[in-house]
């Protein structure tokens, strides 16, 4: 078994793929770390997620996926990707990405060992603001909303680039991780070090997160977009199968806070969604389909 490099285990490298946490060794176990005990071992994904990485590892893993990678490639490899609901296993001792869609995840090979697994991490944990979980209206009627997948990708790409933006100004280069070397002030400090110790997908995201908060485009692009999450969240309603099916790579999960699993199906991959905190639905429906 496996956990990411930005799930922290004391005494060990905590990069988070990324240059700019060079040389930063956690300083205490994730939650999910201590669960586990001495039973896991390191691997290194994409910078902060925001990239699809090389190649998955041979065996269980536990991961935060936020922009669909590890979805997509979990469905193209003969994998299960396991996404629990929102607050359903704490993110203390997680190097956050986009706050608000962090969520540790288990990539597996046997859904029903990935299940168990979930059941085993799942742990109430007040260190974890987030641990209080996700709701959605229930007594509403269906709203007749068809909101593209194609817009969803982009709501979640403004909010996460806002969210990711904040979270990676405090690789400065001041108190921990890489340092530029050379710098002739305070400011050289965080241009030389951020430009050095930041790769192109988090630059990216930290100029867009950057530009969205802006005063010029906070209201008309920012805020515009968590209406429309609203709007998202609002427009999802399950049947008596309580499943929805999308594609590997959409984001309505993580927009939601709901529960997923991806996976292949007559060789195509697929997503399956269930209502808040109803992760045995994932599991039944998995095995009604074989």
């Known amino acids: 078994m496996y956990v990411e490099e930005s799930i922290m285990q004391k005494g060990l490298p905590a990069t988070a793929g990324s240059k700019s946490l060079e040389g930063f060794i956690a300083p205490f176990d994730a939650t999910v770390v201590t669960l586990l005990g001495d039973k896991t071992g390191r691997f290194k994904l994409g910078e902060f997620g925001l990239s699809k990485p090389k190649q998955l590892p041979d065996g269980t893993l536990l991961c935060n996926d936020v922009f ?4 997509r490639m979990a469905a193209e490899n003969g994998m299960f990707y396991i996404r629990p609901t929102y607050g359903t296993v704490s993110r203390y001792g997680l190097i956050p990405t986009a706050s608000s869609m962090d969520q540790i ?9 990935g299940f168990a697994l979930l059941e085993q991490i799942a742990v109430a944990d007040a260190k974890d603001g987030a641990m209080a979980g996700n709701t959605l209206p229930k007594e509403e009627p269906p709203r007749k909303r068809d909101i593209s997948e194609e817009i969803q990708e982009l709501v979640l790409t403004v909010l996460a680039y806002a969210e990711i933006s904040n979270n990676i100004s405090r690789y400065d280069g001041v108190k921990f991780g890489f340092r530029a070397a ?3 002030g305070l400011e050289s400090l965080y241009t030389k070090t ?6 192109l997908e988090a630059k990216l995201a930290a100029v867009t997160g950057c530009a969205v908060l802006s005063q010029e485009h906070y209201e008309t692009i920012y805020v515009k977009a968590m209406k429309i999450r609203r709007l998202i969240k609002e427009s999802v309603r399950f049947d008596k ?16 806070g709901l529960p997923s699993l991806t996976f292949s199906h007559k060789g195509e991959g697929i997503q399956l969604i269930a209502n808040v905190s109803n992760e045995k639905a994932l599991l039944s429906e998995w095995e009604a389909m074989q």
């Open 68 to 71: 669909g990678h590890i979805r």
């Open 105 to 113: 995840g288990i990539l597996c090979k046997d859904p029903n060992e």
């Open 182 to 184: 050379g710098c002739t």
């Open 194 to 199: 951020r430009t050095e110790g930041l790769g």
């Open 241 to 256: 199968a309580e499943i929805v099916k999308v594609t590997p790579g959409s984001p309505l999960a993580v927009l939601c």
